[in-house]
């Protein structure tokens, strides 16, 4: 399904036609202005979309900077609580506009990324009220405490940190409905081993921020809805990567680990105003396509599923793409998006000839600036004996893969019988391959198509049954 979009004109993300855009605003001067409010209403729309409700599960660490007179007998120069109300009154923020944070007495034991990682995977003890808390908060915090800095070499050794933060953003990538605050890991006050595992740590840190965060690790471009807060290199000495001795909990005795108030002063300011400039600015960037909900699916239909979106209203979009996720995701099909509209839409896509099985899917919207946006995922299970669909009318599918290399499925259905014809082109009209050429029943057919003696390039197939002809577009690509 594809809808026209009369501004800008279709084309690449982010290519725009100067000599139309001029003609448009000066033989149309009322339609230009009537854009100009459309774009206005829609942003203020999409301002809607708010990011300012976090939760911060947390102890020990956490706990010191939420409010350190929990741990110590001297009253700290500030508190997490205080400074959310000081960021709210700095910004003018109240009611609905104001931002807060809820503490949970949460984290895994021992807090180290492998007890993050098991968290997200589903496969911790409190995975299910974790991922219930995401339902109902937007903005999520993650940390450690110093043992991801003292166990650094093992069982957390520098490599075996990085695959587990590349899983862990991986899984909050596919939750875009939260933005995801992550910290680097906190700096030990002491190591009895020695500095070799600050200095790995302090690695660690380097490559959260400097690498993975800034889209230059082999991980890939690293999602908006997330930011990492690297309070290891605010807190850690430049000298030997130990926590600076000003902020350790000496308060509290010789060699203690936990923030002292010098730590609080200092962490607790960028900490609520990292998290919520981060956020809200997550705000202006995360919905171009406002969602009525996630994706339906309706499996249970032979070998095929079908995937249907809705949307309020779209800003500047440009294709949505579906995505059926194996071990990794794989866009199975997309159609035109709206463009800019205040108008709800309703798009819908069938992914055919899938096994039995449980298939999760999700949508990708792509805006006309190249930005990417995901929708939340949605599952189904196909079962193995699944009737077939009652075929009502004729219909040609988009072939599967596509680009595909060197062979693809083509499914078509008959509500009647009739003499089929199934063939490829060429750009230039010339027939490539006859796929069928008989009298079929009514049914639903699967046929295919073997590319390896055709050169890479783009063809199409065509349907001819009984009083009606479908074409499609495939791509070679070897």
Not at 458 to 477: C, D, S
């Amino acid at each position: 399904m594809s809808f026209h979009m009369p501004f800008p004109a279709a084309g690449k993300p982010g290519t725009h036609r100067k000599s139309t855009s001029l003609w448009f605003c000066f033989l149309n001067p009322l339609k230009a202005i009537l854009l100009v409010l459309l774009l206005t209403e829609a942003s203020g729309l999409a301002a809607g979309q708010q990011y300012r409700n976090a939760m911060f599960p947390h102890r020990s660490v956490g706990t010191c900077f939420w409010d350190r007179l929990r741990v110590s007998y001297l009253t700290p120069p500030t508190t997490i609580p205080k400074e959310i109300a000081s960021y709210n009154t700095s910004h003018s923020y109240s009611g609905s506009n104001a931002v807060s944070m809820t503490e949970f007495d949460l984290e895994p034991d021992p807090n180290l990324w492998y007890g993050w990682d098991a968290v997200f995977a589903g496969t911790h003890a409190w995975s299910s009220t974790f991922y219930a808390l995401m339902d109902t908060y937007p903005v999520v915090i993650v940390k450690t405490g110093y043992p991801a800095t003292q166990y650094m070499t093992a069982p957390e050794s520098l490599g075996v940190c990085q695959a587990r933060w590349r899983r862990i953003i991986g899984h909050m990538r596919d939750r875009p409905q939260n933005f995801f605050i992550i910290t680097t890991n906190y700096p030990a006050a002491t190591d009895v081993q020695g500095t070799y595992r600050d200095q790995q740590s302090n690695l660690f840190a380097t490559w959260c921020k400097n690498t993975l965060a800034t889209g230059n690790d082999s991980f890939g471009p690293f999602p908006a809805n997330v930011y990492v807060l690297d309070w290891f290199h605010i807190l850690a000495s430049s000298v030997d990567g130990y926590c600076d001795p000003i902020y350790g909990s000496f308060d509290e005795g010789p060699g203690g680990d936990h923030p002292s108030n010098a730590a609080v002063a200092v962490i607790d300011p960028l900490f609520v105003q990292q998290i919520y400039d981060a956020a809200i600015a997550y705000e202006s960037t995360s919905l171009a396509a406002t969602w009525a909900g996630p994706p339906s699916v309706t499996g249970n239909l032979g070998n095929r599923v079908q995937v249907e979106w809705e949307t309020l209203s779209e800003i500047n979009t440009y294709r949505f793409y579906v995505q059926r996720k194996g071990q990794m995701w794989q866009t199975i099909d997309s159609v035109n998006a709206g463009g800019t509209s205040l108008s709800k839409r309703h798009y819908a896509v069938t992914d055919s000839n899938v096994t039995p099985g449980t298939w999760i899917y999700r949508i990708k919207e792509v805006d006309r600036n190249s930005s990417i946006h995901y929708s939340q995922t949605v599952s189904t299970t196909l079962l193995a004996n699944a009737p077939d669909p009652l075929v009502t009318a004729y219909a040609l599918d988009q072939n599967y893969p596509n680009p595909f290399n060197p062979s693809t499925t083509i499914q078509y259905a008959l509500p009647t019988a009739a003499n089929v014809k199934l063939t490829v082109f060429n750009v230039l009209g010339q027939e490539a391959a006859t796929l069928v050429n008989e009298n079929k029943p009514a049914g639903t057919y699967t046929v295919q198509f073997d590319g390896s003696r055709l050169a890479s390039g783009v063809y199409f197939y065509r349907l001819e049954a009984g009083t009606i002809v479908e074409m499609k577009k495939l791509v070679l690509l070897k």
